[in-house]
């Protein structure tokens, strides 16, 4: 969804993706390598896991418990660690990219990211359950969520607050919205069919052979392309997978963290692509 708002921004025109990340996102520091010279950091890279910023170091990390009110705060939370290789070299998924992103979203728009993406993404997907999760406050109807213990029991997920990668997970929402997200990008409503293809595209590769585009993770089923991402925190594991060249996509939430999702999702696509080509 973060993805999306950028290149909307990129067709408006008020967003370069190779651009310095900082000229829209000033607290994003200007990085040096180890000897000391000049990396330039892009919105491409960012969007792609490339720009060499580093993910969660331990639990406690992963687990954030501060609350942070701009996404300026939430990048001084990294800023000063260094790269982990030179931008673009490779990739290295990380949420603390997307807060970048985020932060750059907000200089581009000149609008919080979060009254962006209402605007921009939520509004025109008729997403309308879909909101910033804040632990502090009372949201009707929020699931409770649980993790499994090593002996597989169910527990009460800790407390979390994701103030920290709003940009990268932060959302509350349902499988309902999360299908209209889906439809409204198959239908482009959000960007338009060359933008959804730019980002369809793989800039870099996993071990598994899949790949990753500007925000999408790319894969195959039965022939068809298939883009979509899965996500997990504390509480709850989540999965989006489209195939664009026959309008089809499953939407897969649940309250439980660490929930294996692909292969649910993946039989309830291969049953709608043999619906469909019957």
């Known amino acids: 969804m973060t993805a999306i708002a950028v ?3 990129v067709q408006q025109g008020k967003l370069d993706l190779d651009a310095p990340a900082q000229r829209y996102c000033p607290a994003f520091s200007l990085k040096t390598s180890p000897d000391g010279k000049p990396w330039v950091v ?3 890279e960012l969007l792609s896991h490339r720009a060499a910023i580093r993910w969660h170091r331990d639990d406690t990390e992963a687990r954030n418990t501060k609350h942070y009110d701009t996404l300026g705060e939430a990048v001084k939370h990294f800023d000063d660690d260094p790269l982990q290789f030179a931008p673009g070299e490779k990739m290295l998924y990380s949420t603390y990219g997307y807060v970048v992103v985020g932060c750059a979203i907000e200089g ?7 009254d962006y993406m209402r605007q921009a993404v939520f509004s025109l997907s008729r997403m309308n359950a879909t909101q910033a999760d804040d632990p502090q406050k009372l949201v009707p109807h929020r699931a409770r969520g649980y993790e499994k213990t090593k002996g597989k029991q169910l527990e009460n997920a800790p407390f979390f607050d994701p103030s920290d990668r709003l940009p990268g997970g932060g959302w509350l929402s ?3 919205d999360l299908a209209r997200f889906a439809d409204a990008v ?4 959000l960007a338009t069919s060359a ?10 590769t996993r071990e598994d052979g899949s790949g990753y585009g500007l925000g999408w993770g790319i894969g195959k089923l039965d022939g068809h392309r298939v883009v979509g991402h899965n996500g997990g925190q504390a509480g709850c594991s989540t999965l989006l997978k489209l195939v664009p060249d026959r309008q089809l996509a499953v939407a897969v939430m649940t309250n439980v963290e660490g929930a294996d999702l692909d292969a649910f999702a993946e039989s309830i696509l291969k049953l709608g692509l043999s619906h469909s080509a019957a």
């Open 108 to 114: 581009a728009a000149h609008r919080k990211f979060s």
């Open 195 to 204: 933008t959804l293809e730019e980002m369809g595209k793989p800039l870099s």
């Open 174 to 176: 349902t499988s309902e």
């Open 7 to 9: 290149m909307q921004l």
């Open 42 to 44: 892009t919105t491409r």
């Open 186 to 189: 198959m239908s482009d409503k």
